[in-house]
């Protein structure tokens, strides 16, 4: 394929042997002149060299000098593809036939005629609605069955693109007063239906007859009869062709012989993929992570979710026995693993009968009365006639440290008594991320050899063949969540995927002497070329002569072009109806620019079109401020749309 391409473009660049004695200058313009007539637009190029390629017709060089006959296709062409379509009185398109050669041999395999009126046109289907009107609308999708048929299967709005309206609801006489773009419009969505279910099939021509349109195919892709073919596969998947390149290289002797070489083995460039992450990390934090009551103690309550209270004692009337003087010890383990979280702990409150102590692993923290400090019987005398009550809100987050801690409260009881005392701990069972910045890039960020050659922050390209893209990411928010535990965070940016371009450089191919044409650009003007060539013992020659560049001739500042316009109704379509109806104004302009074309007298003259009317003479035109705004205009537009599932 590489070497028949060659042939061909040189083929093609051929140019006779009188224009070998004009000035270069005269010899290219003549042959800018000979390409432009052939190229200068997609009907010349359809003319010239896509039909007769896929035809196997005689294809001739830019100059008619020579001719040859291409074999890109396995059979010659026929009528793929012939539709009709006549309108009715509603406007509606309510004959539209299709008739199609599956195999291209000269023969109808399928006739189409579709039940329903066609009110409304897409790229890739129709609307069917009453007609007349744009009420009770239904949409169609151009499809090709498991068996090869055309067919038209249903689907909502939103799966058509470039929808507009034709019946009278929109217009009068739409389709017969467009019918060469209905046509077009109509037959681009089942050809594009037909080639993407059969990628062998290549249309060569398009032919409009009154309201017939007739399409001019030929299987392009392979010489056989399963649209699944081989050479198909790249297309569902385009990066299978890298490895089977490298297989079949792996085969072949020249490659390999290549490979081998001194050039083959010199430098090479790789290109190395990494990313740069920022990854959180959270942890879903328990109320027994914090503290818990792991012995002792009768009661853990938790009146809301951040808090827990601890009870420890015998709180029941009366429910200890003292004599004359008896201490009652009550003890609770509290186990404390994570005191960075525990916001506070505090003695809230207490109740004894008679005296009471509250000791932290051993020490004392409280005394009631606060006499009574030893480990003995209390100073004074051990009944005092009631039950007394505390809420000292003593601090008791000094205490507890990481590890476990014994809260004691010890009562001495004169005849029959009681005791009890709450633990109130706040927790903090917020979500603290750990958060860090993994850099699989440093090193080849710090190699001289390895250039930055893409980069993508968050999926917005910033970097892009070694060329910044000017685009600047937006800081991101996103969830995260673990267990029972969710944040949101706001950063800069997420992720950076990089590529680099690196150098590998064997050793094998020595590095090229660039001093000669150094020597030439620091020592030659614009008037005079110097020289200096290394001879084989090792020494140096210089010379220098004179030099001239050819005369440039002037060229215009610009290629002139016109501007026109002509009126056009808006008849596009979307899922809340015709756009047309929903303006004040529904019908508006199409703007052309053509290239103007030289009259006889020698001056431009612009090509105004049927129905066109000019707007700008010929010249050089700039309404790039014109394009600005309204690009400027869509993109705020699009910036106040919010797409929302929700009721509203």
């Known amino acids: 394929m590489i070497r028949r391409g060659l042939l061909l473009m040189t083929a093609l660049t051929v140019l006779p042997a009188p224009l070998l004695a004009q000035s270069v200058e005269d010899r290219a313009r003549a042959a800018a002149e000979a390409a432009r007539a052939k190229t200068s637009d997609s009907d010349a190029l359809q003319e010239n060299y896509l039909k007769p390629g896929l035809a196997g017709e005689t294809i001739s060089t830019v100059d008619n000098s020579r001719s040859f006959n291409p074999n890109l296709a396995c059979q010659t062409t026929g009528t793929l593809v012939e539709l009709l379509a006549q309108p009715g009185s509603t406007g509606d398109?309510?004959?539209?036939?299709?008739?199609?050669?599956?195999?291209?041999?000269?023969?109808?395999?399928?006739?189409?005629?579709?039940?329903?009126?066609?009110?409304?046109?897409?790229?890739?289907?129709?609307?069917?609605?009453?007609?007349?009107?744009?009420?009770?609308?239904?949409?169609?999708r151009w499809e090709v069955s498991g068996a090869g048929d055309l067919k038209l299967g249903e689907v909502e709005q939103t799966d058509l693109a470039g929808c507009y309206c034709v019946n009278n609801s929109c217009g009068s006489n739409l389709v017969w007063g467009?019918?060469?773009?209905?046509?077009?419009?109509?037959?681009?969505?089942?050809?594009?239906?037909?080639?993407?279910?059969?990628?062998?099939?290549?249309?060569?021509?398009?032919?409009?007859?009154?309201?017939?349109?007739?399409?001019t195919g030929a299987q392009s892709t392979a010489c056989a009869p399963n649209p699944s073919v081989a050479q198909t596969v790249y297309r569902a998947n385009p990066s299978q062709i890298q490895g089977d390149a490298a297989s079949v290289a792996a085969g072949n002797?020249?490659?390999?012989?290549?490979?081998?070489?001194?050039?083959?083995?010199?430098?090479?460039?790789?290109?190395?993929?990494?990313?740069?992450?920022?990854?959180?990390?959270?942890?879903?934090?328990?109320?027994?992570?914090?503290?818990?009551?792991?012995?002792?103690?009768?009661a853990t309550y938790a009146y809301t979710p951040d808090t827990r209270s601890f009870l420890l004692g015998s709180p029941r009337d009366d429910s200890l026995s003292g004599g004359s003087c008896r201490i009652h010890d009550f003890r609770m383990t509290l186990n404390v693993g994570d005191p960075d979280r525990l916001v506070s702990?505090?003695?809230?409150?207490?109740?004894?009968?008679?005296?009471?102590?509250?000791?932290?692993?051993?020490?004392?923290?409280?005394?009631?009365?606060?006499?009574?400090?030893?480990?003995?019987?209390?100073?004074?005398?051990?009944?005092?006639?009631?039950?007394?009550?505390?809420?000292?809100?003593?601090?008791?987050?000094?205490?507890?440290?990481?590890?476990?801690?014994?809260?004691w409260v010890r009562v001495a009881v004169g005849g029959e008594g009681e005791v009890s005392a709450r633990i109130d701990a706040t927790l903090d069972l917020s979500c603290n991320p750990a958060e860090r910045v993994v850099d699989l890039c440093a090193g080849y960020a710090s190699d001289a050899n390895c250039q930055l050659?893409?980069?993508?922050?968050?999926?917005?390209?910033?970097?892009?063949?070694?060329?910044?893209?000017?685009?600047?990411?937006?800081?991101?928010?996103?969830?995260?969540?673990?267990?029972?535990?969710?944040?949101?965070?706001?950063?800069?940016?997420?992720?950076?995927?990089?590529?680099?371009?690196?150098?590998?450089?064997?050793?094998?191919?020595?590095?090229?002497?660039?001093?000669?044409?150094?020597?030439?650009?620091?020592?030659?003007?614009?008037?005079?070329?110097?020289?200096?060539?290394?001879?084989?013992?090792g020494t140096y020659a210089t010379s220098s002569r004179g030099f001239a560049l050819p005369e440039r001739g002037s060229v215009p500042a610009c290629e002139p072009i016109c501007k026109t316009r002509a009126?056009?109704?808006?008849?596009?379509?979307?899922?809340?109806?015709?756009?047309?109806?929903?303006?004040?104004?529904?019908?508006?302009?199409?703007?052309?620019?053509?290239?103007?074309?030289?009259?006889?007298?020698?001056?431009?003259?612009?090509?105004?079109?049927?129905?066109?009317?000019?707007?700008?003479?010929?010249?050089?035109?700039?309404?790039?401020?014109?394009?600005?705004?309204?690009?400027?205009?869509?993109?705020?537009?699009?910036?106040?749309?919010?797409?929302?599932?929700?009721?509203?």
């Not at 023969?107 to 329903?116: E, G, H, I, K, S």
């Not at 009968?353 to 932290?360: A, L, N, S, Y």
């Not at 008849?571 to 303006?583: C, F, I, L, R």
């Open 253 to 298: 002797s020249v490659f390999q012989a290549l490979r081998g070489s001194p050039a083959g083995m010199g430098k090479a460039e790789q290109m190395r993929a990494c990313t740069i992450r920022r990854e959180v990390k959270l942890e879903a934090v328990t109320v027994d992570d914090i503290i818990a009551r792991t012995a002792g103690g009768y």
């Open 453 to 537: 050659y893409d980069e993508s922050v968050d999926g917005v390209q910033i970097f892009r063949n070694g060329v910044g893209t000017g685009l600047t990411p937006l800081a991101q928010t996103r969830l995260f969540e673990s267990g029972a535990c969710s944040l949101n965070l706001s950063r800069p940016w997420f992720e950076r995927d990089r590529r680099y371009r690196c150098t590998i450089d064997t050793g094998v191919l020595p590095q090229p002497d660039l001093s000669r044409g150094a020597y030439i650009i620091d020592h030659s003007t614009e008037t005079m070329l110097a020289d200096r060539v290394k001879a084989s013992d």
């Open 93 to 140: 398109i309510s004959t539209l036939r299709i008739s199609r050669d599956k195999d291209i041999d000269g023969t109808v395999d399928q006739t189409l005629m579709l039940p329903m009126p066609v009110s409304g046109i897409c790229a890739n289907g129709v609307i069917a609605c009453q007609p007349g009107t744009w009420n009770q609308c239904r949409s169609y």
């Open 345 to 407: 702990a505090r003695l809230s409150q207490y109740l004894f009968d008679d005296w009471i102590q509250v000791r932290v692993d051993g020490a004392l923290v409280l005394a009631d009365p606060g006499g009574w400090t030893g480990t003995g019987l209390p100073p004074g005398r051990c009944e005092r006639g009631r039950t007394w009550h505390g809420t000292p809100n003593l601090d008791l987050k000094p205490y507890l440290t990481k590890g476990a801690h014994e809260i």
């Open 567 to 648: 009126p056009k109704r808006n008849t596009e379509a979307a899922v809340d109806g015709v756009v047309g109806g929903k303006q004040n104004a529904p019908t508006g302009w199409d703007t052309y620019y053509h290239a103007c074309t030289a009259d006889s007298a020698g001056a431009a003259s612009c090509p105004v079109g049927d129905g066109e009317e000019l707007v700008s003479g010929c010249g050089c035109l700039d309404d790039f401020p014109e394009a600005v705004v309204m690009m400027q205009t869509v993109r705020l537009g699009g910036a106040d749309m919010i797409c929302t599932s929700e009721a509203r």
């Open 178 to 215: 467009n019918m060469a773009s209905v046509l077009k419009d109509l037959g681009g969505g089942v050809i594009g239906a037909l080639t993407s279910a059969d990628p062998r099939i290549g249309v060569a021509q398009a032919v409009i007859d009154g309201p017939v349109i007739r399409y």
